[in-house]
């Protein structure tokens, strides 16, 4: 199995919003653009997933589904509360266990810094390993059983930039 897990785009700061409904944050212009050459990479990878689970706030929202619409993927594309931040990697981890079990390439988007607690607790068993995750990063995951453990090796985690590279190839 595959975990692949992309961070959400840039979104608008939080002094610019209503602290009070952070959850409701939307991408920028420039975090829309960003996705999209993000997505070129993605092709250019030959990734394809079997779901694709979100947070359901605003700017991971959009974010899934911009990946999902220019990979043609809409279908394919779920929210989870497991997703928001702050909730428990653990309870994560179990919902992924319930999905299709045939599925091997699981995209996940998120929020920091779940996302790299997420991958500590997968590769190191716990917290310690230290990741900087940026807005719209990717990082893949390999896996035999899924647990809240030990379970995964980190293949690779792409920045942003090096992405819009690919996409210039």
Do not use: Y
Not at 157 to 169: A, D, N, R, S, V
Request: aromatic share 4%; proline share 5%; glycine share 8%.
């Amino acid at each position: 199995m595959n975990l692949f897990l992309l961070r959400h785009g840039i979104a608008v700061e939080r002094e610019e919003f209503d602290l009070a409904s952070d959850g409701l944050r939307p991408l920028t212009v420039k975090g829309r653009r960003q996705l999209r050459q993000i997505t070129v990479a993605l092709r250019k990878l030959k990734l394809d997933f079997d779901l694709i689970l979100s947070s359901p706030l605003v700017r991971a929202r959009q974010t899934a589904e911009i990946v999902a619409v220019e990979l043609k993927l809409e279908k394919r594309l779920s929210f989870a509360n497991e997703l928001k931040p702050g909730a428990s990697p653990k309870m994560l981890v179990q919902k992924i266990s319930h999905q299709n079990p045939a599925a091997n390439n699981f995209l996940l988007v998120g929020h920091e810094p779940d996302l790299s607690q997420l991958i500590s607790l997968l590769v190191n068993g716990g917290p310690g390993l230290q990741l900087d995750f940026k807005k719209g990063g990717l990082a893949k995951l390999e896996l035999e059983n899924l647990r809240a453990g030990k379970c995964a090796t980190l293949a690779w985690l792409i920045t942003p930039k090096q992405m819009k590279l690919m996409g210039e190839w």
